[in-house]
Nanobody, 114 residues
Framework: QVQLLESGGGLVQAGGSLRLSCAASRTIYEFNDMGWYRQAPGKQRELVASVGGAAPTYGDSVKGRFTISRDYAKNTVYLQMNSLKPEDTAVYYC?????????WGQGTQVTVSS
């Protein structure tokens, strides 16, 4: 079993920045990949960014603005979000894959005001 605990969400003005953190309950070396997804009201959950053995993958709407990174010593994955837009408002979820299992955090709210 894996627990993922997100933090760092909040309210920010358009153009601002936030850094989300996702702390895992065990070493992230065991995970095939980790990522961030988001879900806005009335919309499907979508990929924001993921990182595994290859180069990180980003959703089209966040390319050039968001950066995903990992700290193996802290068993934590981060999402640095810059140049935030109102349309980035959503609940952001951390995700980790250890095949055949997929684990999710509880989510953290990000609200971007115009």
């Amino acid at each position: 079993q894996v627990q993922l605990l997100e933090s760092g969400g909040g309210l920010v003005q358009a153009g601002g920045s936030l850094r989300l953190s996702c702390a895992a309950s065990r070493t992230i070396y065991e995970f095939n990949d980790m990522g961030w997804y988001r879900q806005a009201p009335g919309k499907q959950r979508e990929l924001v960014a993921s990182v595994g053995g290859a180069a990180p993958t980003y959703g089209d709407s966040v390319k050039g603005r968001f950066t995903i990174s990992r700290d193996y010593a802290k068993n934590t994955v981060y999402l640095q979000m810059n140049s935030l837009k109102p349309e980035d408002t959503a609940v952001y979820y951390c995700n980790a894959r250890v095949p055949p299992s997929i684990y999710w955090g509880q989510g953290t709210q990000v609200t971007v005001s115009s």
